[in-house]
Structure formats: C-alpha cells, structure tokens
C-alpha cells in the first residue's frame, strides 16, 4: 500500500508476489533439509529480512516521489481498498489454505502429554505431504485428527501399527511380545487417576482386539492392559508423558485415514527460548 500511495504500482506487485517466493524457500527447505538450529535461524531470517526490505524498500519509494508531492490516480481510497481485499483474500483463502493442507502446518502444542520432547507453547512444523500411515514407524511422531472429535488435531508417537500385538503390564509396554525400551523421563511408580468411565471405555473398545479369550474380570486400565492386535488401516499412539496422555489407550486405534503429517522442527518456543528450545529442535524419534 505504501509503494501504491507514493505512486510505484510495479512496487507495490513486486512485494505482493515477493512474500510468495520467500514462502516457497522457507517451505522448501524445512521439508527438505535435516532439523537444525540452522534451519530455525533460515525460517527467522528470511521472515525478518522480509519485514526489514518492505520498510527500506517503501522509504525509498517515497523519496522518488516529487516534492511536493503530487497525488496520481492511484492515490484513492478504493484503490487502497481493492488491493487490500485482493491481497487478503488470495493470502487467506487461496495461498495459505493450500500451503497448510499439501507443503507445511504451524502446530502449536497446548498440552504437557508430549513431555519431554515437546512442551507446552511449543510451534512446530508438519510435512503436509506425509500422510499415508505407511509412512510411520514405531516410536515416530505423527499428528492426526481425532477420533473422538475430528475437527481437533492431535500429536502423539507411535506405539505400534497394523498387525502388531501390544499390551501393558506394571506400566511397561510391551510389543509382539518384547518389553520396550522405556524413556528416561517415565516414572513407573507414578499414577494416573482413574474413573469408571473411563476404565469402561478401555474394556469396551479393548474386547473385540483381545488377542486371546477375554478373562471374565477383565478390567483394565491405564498401565495393565491387553494384549490387543492393531487391525489392518490402524495404528496405536501413546504420549511420551504418560501419566498426564489421553491417547489410544483411552480412545482406541487410529485409522490411517486421519494422519495430517510428520513434525519436521520446533521452531519457537514463548516460554522457553534460547538455547532449551534449539537444543530440542529435531525431535529425534526414541
């Protein structure tokens, strides 16, 4: 709008299309390049640098313009009025939508279930183009939509996928009959409060995935559970921080249809900055 009003229409496209071009490197290189402080300090840079060559590139724009200055017929409201609406309606409804949903998603995390890894007000970057569950392995990363309420976006690690038998016992996992390796942060002996609705919902999606005959009594709950098989299309998600995770051991299997993408980087942090949140940038899967 500044390039318009001081009468450099070829200005004011130039720095319409310009943020566009710097989208695509930024994108370009958090899908393509290996999580660093590097990579952060790219994203930073060139969205900086954005900000700094608008304001240098309006202040001299308007040292060309004549003295005193001599309105154009650009110089009206409904030209101001126009460009704005055109540039907010292609940014917010044509580029940013399709950007989100095919290349990259800001993801916010809201809760401490991924503790230690990801902590609460961490923003991190998903690759949109990952979204077949065959592309997951166990112990990556994955967020996808709920299956409890779909339009709510979720970020768990995989604890297991189509075929493999899972159980829990003394708050151990334990895979196709292998005790897992358990994170550093896990505090066994620690507790998660329980109500009967939600040991109720356990049992009654946990029965028809039982890999055995059911016991008469079987009551499970957060860390004593299974062994259950994960069906074909589906995969199983538990949070790093377990005690305070609603994940599949609550709500059950998620269907491969409902992954959105695989974080790539953690890329700020208002809580905590510098250096805890470079030192997690990659978020190396366990």
Not at 66 to 87: E, H, K
């Amino acid at each position: 709008l500044g390039h318009l009003y001081a009468g450099d229409p070829k200005g004011a496209a130039a720095w319409f299309f310009l943020p566009v071009v710097a989208l695509i490197l930024v994108d370009g290189a958090l899908l393509s390049l290996p999580p660093s402080v590097l990579l952060v300090v790219w994203f930073w840079g060139i969205a900086l640098g954005m900000y700094i060559l608008q304001g240098v590139s309006g202040w001299r724009a308007a040292r060309r313009a004549s003295v005193p200055f001599a309105p154009t017929p650009l110089n009206r409201w409904y030209w101001y009025l126009g460009f704005a609406a055109v540039s907010g309606i292609l940014y917010s409804f044509v580029v940013s939508p399709y950007v989100r949903t095919h290349f990259v998603q800001s993801f916010r995390i809201p809760s401490e279930s991924m503790s230690p890894t990801l902590i609460v007000g961490d923003f991190v970057i998903l690759d949109r183009r990952v979204t077949a569950a065959a592309d997951f392995h166990v112990g990556d990363l994955v967020a996808f939509r709920s299956v409890e309420e779909p339009e709510l976006q979720v970020l768990k690690r995989v604890a297991g996928v189509a075929g493999d038998t899972l159980q829990m016992s003394g708050g151990a996992l334990i895979r196709n009959w292998v005790r897992q390796r358990e994170d550093p942060f896990y505090d066994p002996a620690a507790s998660t409060p329980m109500d009967a609705a939600r040991l109720s919902m356990m049992r009654a999606w946990q029965i028809p995935a039982f890999a055995r005959p059911v016991p008469p009594n079987y009551t499970p709950d957060p860390s004593n559970w299974g062994p259950i098989v994960v069906p074909a299309g589906h995969f199983f998600t538990i949070g790093d921080n377990r005690h305070h995770s609603w994940d599949s051991r609550y709500f059950g299997f998620v269907p491969d249809s409902n992954v959105i993408g695989r974080p790539r980087v953690i890329y700020w942090n208002k809580l905590f900055l510098m250096p805890g949140m470079l030192a997690r940038v990659g978020m190396a899967p366990k």
